[in-house]
C-alpha cells in the first residue's frame, strides 16, 4: 500500500500561488492539504474562503480542509461552496460532534475529526465508525515547520487498533513534521496520508520530493 500525499499549501509561496497548485497538479500528490486557522483555537490566522476559492479555481486534486476554529459548524456549508471536497474538524472544539460530523456529509464532504497530541485516541470511540478519516497532529498546531512529536506512532497504533474493534474503515492522516525520515514508519504504522508542507514546498524539487514519499509502501 502507497500512502496518500496531501502538500499543506500553508507553506506554500503566496505570491505566486497558481504556480505552486499547478505544480502540485503536476505531481504525484493525491491531495491538497488546506489549513484554517483562526487565532482563537489556535494562535495563529491563517486564510479563509477567497483563498480556498482561489485554489479551488486551479486545482485538479481531492481539496483537504483541516479547519483548526472555534465553532466550526458556522462555516460548514461556506467552505463546500468555496471548495472543500473533505472537511475535518477538531474534537477539541467541537460540542456536538456527532452533529457536525452529519453537517459536514449532509454538505457533500468527507467528514473527518482531528485530535491535538495531547488528546488520546479512545476519546473517538464513540464517533469511529461515523468519520471518513482521523487527522493525528503530530506537532502542536498553529505553524508549520515544527519537530515531529515522537509519540505520535503510538497514537496511530492506538487508532489502528480501534478501528478494528470497532470495524471502522477511516483514513488515518499525519499532520506536522513528516518527511522522509519518520514517512515509513508511519506508513507501516498505520497512516493512509500524508500532509507534508515545508518538507515539499522548501524543497529544491517539490515534484521529485512528493514522488518520494509517494513511493513508500508496505
Known sequence: ????????VLAANFAH??????MINASQAD????????GVFVPNISFG???????????????????????????????????????TVHYEACTHLHRTIQQIKDAGCKAGVALNPHTPVHFLEDIITEVD????????PG????????NTYRKVEALKSLMNE?????????????????ALELV???????????????????????AELKQISI
Open 17 to 22: 500561488l497558481q504556480a505552486e497548485i499547478e
Open 133 to 140: 478519516l482521523v487527522l493525528l497532529m503530530s506537532v502542536n
Open 188 to 210: 507501516q504504522k498505520g497512516a493512509d496520508v500524508l500532509v507534508a508542507g515545508n518538507f515539499v514546498f522548501s524543497s529544491p524539487d517539490p515534484i521529485l520530493t512528493i
Open 49 to 87: 474562503f477567497p483563498i480556498l476559492e482561489a485554489v479551488h479555481q486551479f486545482s485538479q486534486k481531492v481539496i483537504d480542509v483541516h479547519l483548526m476554529i472555534q465553532g466550526p459548524e458556522r462555516y460548514i456549508e461556506t467552505f463546500q461552496k468555496a471548495g472543500a471536497d473533505s472537511i
Open 31 to 38: 491531495w491538497i492539504h488546506f489549513d484554517v486557522m483562526d
Open 1 to 8: 500500500m502507497k500512502p496518500l500525499i496531501a502538500p499543506s
Open 166 to 182: 470497532r470495524q471502522a474503515n477511516a483514513l488515518i492522516e499525519i499532520d506536522g513534521g513528516v518527511n522522509q525520515s519518520n
Open 143 to 150: 505553524f508549520g515547520g515544527q519537530k515531529f512529536i515522537q
